[in-house]
């Protein structure tokens, strides 16, 4: 079974409007954590969120925000007042497990690309 | 502050060759891991050093290999490529804060097989 499953390869937005781009993931660990990488045409790949499997709060950073449901194991992404540089491969990512001994093997998702209109 | 970077930016080879990629963890980041991310494909994790010790290794041959330096750079190195090691080659480091960590990425290794 998939561990990370994005459902929506492509997304389009208008600008200035907010976008969900969903994730559902699967694990039996109780401790693990849930992030969300952007990826521009250039590759590289960049952190936007984190959550934790034990943060009661929904977690924010500036224009995204993280809904963390977890008894339906979804943390889906959400994009608030989209701007076109915001156009990218958005991918969902787990941390299985508490951080022991270093490990810390990240699963992705296959990601979902975003393309925001004007 | 620099973020992770990683040498060199492109690279082409022919089938059997080696190749060695190169990464420099972000200053104070103890921990470095490395992953292939094939056209079309989320990331797929190789290795993780931690201390300059291998903590995981994700499912890829022997051909594979890796280390960590002294000042937690690393190196990824690749025997005998086969075309199907075409891919974006991504270093990411991290530094654990209480029960977060983060792994920041570099700007990857595009790597070509003739």
């Known amino acids: 079974a998939q561990k990370i499953t994005q459902t929506q390869p492509g997304m389009f937005v208008q600008e200035k409007e907010a976008v969900t781009l969903d994730c559902t993931y699967d694990t039996s660990d109780q401790s693990y954590g849930l992030f969300w990488y952007k990826q521009p045409s250039s590759g590289e790949m960049i952190f936007l969120i984190y959550?934790?499997?034990?943060?009661?709060q929904n977690a924010t950073e500036g224009r995204y925000s993280l809904n963390f449901q977890k008894a339906r194991k979804s943390a889906n992404l959400v994009i608030s007042a989209s701007q076109l540089g915001d156009s990218a491969m958005y991918f969902c990512?787990?941390?299985?497990?508490?951080?022991?001994?270093?490990?810390?093997?990240?699963?992705f998702g296959t990601g979902t690309q975003l393309k925001v209109e004007l | 502050d620099a973020g992770v970077t990683q040498s060199p930016t492109h690279l082409i080879k022919t089938r059997g060759q080696q190749v060695t990629l190169r990464c420099s963890p972000i200053?104070?980041?103890?921990?470095v891991s490395w992953y292939q991310q094939v056209l079309g494909q989320g990331p797929q994790f190789i290795f993780q050093?931690?201390?300059?010790?291998?903590?995981g290794r994700g499912n890829f041959p022997d051909r594979f290999s890796a280390r960590q330096f002294p000042n937690y750079s690393s190196e990824l190195n690749v025997n005998a490529l086969l075309l199907g090691d075409s891919a974006l080659y991504l270093c990411?480091?991290?530094?654990?804060?209480?029960?977060?960590?983060?792994?920041?990425f570099g700007p990857g290794t595009r790597l070509t097989v003739l």
């Open positions: 990411a480091s991290s530094f654990r804060q209480g029960a977060i960590d983060t792994q920041y």
């Open positions: 959550q934790g499997s034990y943060d009661e």
């Open positions: 200053s104070g980041h103890k921990s």
């Open positions: 050093y931690y201390e300059k010790e291998e903590r």
């Open positions: 990512a787990m941390r299985e497990g508490g951080f022991t001994g270093g490990g810390n093997k990240l699963t």
